[in-house]
């Protein structure tokens, strides 16, 4: 008989303290499909905790341009870019891409994770300063720990401090990192600030656009839009867009001036060394920026539907930001409340996500809602009802939002 091996017990511990600090991940309920409703168990409940903003990841023609890319194209593009996976189906995307960020070139990733993995490690090196914010997604944080250059996060929204970090002498480049919408407080990053600051510091900003692609801007087509920036503002701009949120598909792409991708695909490791996004993608992509091209009431709709909810349920007592991103924070504030009050609204019909540290700092556990364009008014009503019942069975359950949680920053910072 053999032992069991020493590490499983070393894991088994660990799991168990986080179970008990209401911090363990659990897999939800699988569902037979996504969609803004959803049958489990016999109910139907109202989806708030996806990413699918317009609803493309099932519209027929979507549907339709994948199946005809795998009859005719195949299920594969069988290898790297720069082996024999590259196919015209991915130029096609990348200048219709270009096309819709107004931007100079565009070079696909296989997804938005590896997408800031290889534009950070491609671009920044040693020796080099990043200013980012402390609340920027977990990828951006992997990315620029993974580059070796000096990193500092600044208190949310800080660009005062941005400012002073930048004005530090400085032996390589200086680079700002932020997410354009902020994708657990679905505020924005100001960005002309933020062009403004780079050019007084000599400095280049990677934007995250993961949550803004399709959804900010009268037409989707992210800060800039919304911004109302133009072409001459985008030399020190290199965004980060993904196709896995509101485009409805799987995959990433980087906006930038035509040097990024010269230097990308020779230096990006996730790009040089990771199999192509295969057709069926890339024929999704294209459709979903042509439906999104011939219905711009798509995103008019997800942000009317984001500003009636956010309202509602201000309008309860919840202090809920003002704001037009589909990505509703409901504060809440520790972690065991945050995960009941998801599960009591459950069984009221409506499939939220409490959000943990260390997705958020400790004592900022929260609900994140998400809307989509296809939510009808009476889905959202039934939300409201659900919050309105458990305000008066409970009372308010937040706690003072505090902005101040220190030892976020010095964690991020610890590298
Ligand atoms: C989802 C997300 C990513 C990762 O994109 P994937 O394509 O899912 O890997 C990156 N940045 C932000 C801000 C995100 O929300």
Known sequence: MSRRPAVVGSFLEELEDLSRRSLLRKLPDALEAPGPLVRLDGRELVVLNGNDYLGLSRHPRVLEAAARAVREVGASSTGSRLLAGNLSLHEALERDLATFKRCEAVTLFGSGYLANLGVLGALVRRGDVIVGDRLNHASLIDGVRATGAHVRHVRHGDLGAMDRLLAAPCEGFRWIVVDGVFSMDGDLADLPALLDLAARHEAMVVLDEAHATGVIGPTGRGSVEHHGLTAGDLDRLIQVGTLGK??????????????????????????????????????????????????????????????????????????????????????????????????????????????????????????????????????????????????????????????????????????
């Open 246 to 415: 509101a485009l409805g598909g799987y995959g990433a792409f980087v906006a930038a001036p035509a040097w990024v991708r010269e230097v990308l695909v020779n230096r990006a490791r996730p790009f040089i060394f990771s199999t192509a996004l295969p057709p069926a993608v890339l024929a999704a992509a294209r459709e979903a920026l042509a439906v999104l091209g011939d219905d711009p009431g798509l995103v008019a709709r997800v942000q009317a539907r984001a500003v009636f909810l956010r309202t509602a349920l201000a309008d309860l007592g919840i202090p809920v930001p003002p704001g037009e991103t589909p990505i509703v924070p409901v504060p809440v504030g520790p972690a065991d409340r945050a995960l009941d009050l998801a599960a009591r609204l459950r069984d009221s019909g409506v499939l939220v996500q409490a959000i943990r540290p260390p997705t958020v700092p400790p004592g900022r556990s929260r609900l994140r809602l998400t809307v989509r364009s296809d939510h009808e008014e009476r889905d959202l009503e039934r939300v409201v009802t659900a919050f309105r019942q458990e305000l008066a069975r409970t009372g308010p359950w937040w706690r003072d939002p505090d902005p101040e949680v220190p030892c976020s920053g010095k964690e991020l910072d610890a590298t």
